[in-house]
């Protein structure tokens, strides 16, 4: 259903499997998978492919023009795409922005599948949130990534380029300008621990739980230097497949969070 004070651009594509709500704007080069709803005031602006059983909630702002200051629609628009995978919910006020070729970025902001971006969350341009993730009401910088199931606390703000790893929840109202490892609980850029309710809500083992814990107190240990927290990591805990999944992380990351204790 279409409602007749919805505008769409006649290069838009929309099934019929769509709901399409009262003042929606729906601009060029907008292609829709099955069964998305568009809520009255929402807004996809354009060079956006969106999947199937999407949600926009009223006031969503979907596909904006990136906010760079090098970047020139007439001359960039064409390099700049969103995607959006299949069954996110996209809530009231959220903006998302299409990406841009700097820093050698493919022009698209991506989207994966499974997603809730809650009230006032903003996306900016380059941005890659993975799947099962949630944003409440968070300012996401350029070139972020965000892996599978990291949740991301209220008002929270993630600098430019910063990789928030898979499971990590940052808490309420922190500032984040490092990367946060797979499977941490941080506030700013402080790691607590482990995101022990999480992890038990995906049904992780209790053995893989424990070792997880015992590799966060290594990083966490006043006693050991970083680069040793690593080694007696890998020598006391390598052969679970998640202690290498944060190694990997570790060796890789360019912006350290704080492990060490602050109290």
Do not use: W
């Not at 259903?1 to 709500?21: E, K, L």
């Not at 903003?122 to 099962?132: G, P, Y």
């Not at 739980?209 to 107190?217: H, K, T």
């Amino acid at each position: 259903m279409i409602h007749p004070t919805a505008i769409i651009d006649p290069s838009a594509v929309v099934p019929d499997s769509n709901s399409i709500g009262a003042h929606v704007i729906i601009g060029a080069n907008v292609v829709l998978g099955e069964n998305n709803t568009l809520h009255h005031h929402a807004q996809i602006v354009g060079n956006c492919t969106v999947g199937d059983n999407n949600q926009f909630f009223p006031f969503s702002l979907v596909a904006l023009p990136p906010q760079d200051i090098s970047y020139r629609e007439e001359n960039t628009h064409n390099d700049s795409f969103l995607t959006i995978g299949n069954n996110n919910i996209l809530r009231e006020y959220i903006t998302v922005h299409r990406g841009t070729k700097k820093y050698d970025s493919d022009g698209i902001t991506k989207i994966g599948n499974d997603n809730l971006l809650l009230t006032a969350t903003h996306i900016a341009h380059d941005v890659q949130v993975h799947n099962n993730v949630i944003v409440s009401g968070g300012v996401i910088a350029g070139h972020v990534i965000l892996e599978d199931h990291a949740i991301i606390g209220l008002c929270s703000a993630v600098h430019q380029f910063c990789h928030i790893g898979q499971y990590a929840m940052i808490s309420g109202m922190s500032f984040v300008s490092a990367d946060i490892p797979p499977f941490a609980i941080c506030n700013n850029n402080n790691i607590r621990g482990i995101n022990i309710i999480g992890l038990q809500r995906n049904n992780f083992t209790e053995k893989t739980i424990a070792a997880l814990a015992s590799a966060f107190a290594f990083l966490r240990s006043n006693k050991l230097l970083y680069t040793e927290s690593l080694k007696q990591i890998q020598k006391d805990l390598g052969s679970y497949h998640e202690i290498q999944q944060l190694l990997s992380f570790l060796t890789q990351s360019k912006r350290k969070a704080n492990f060490k204790k602050l109290d």
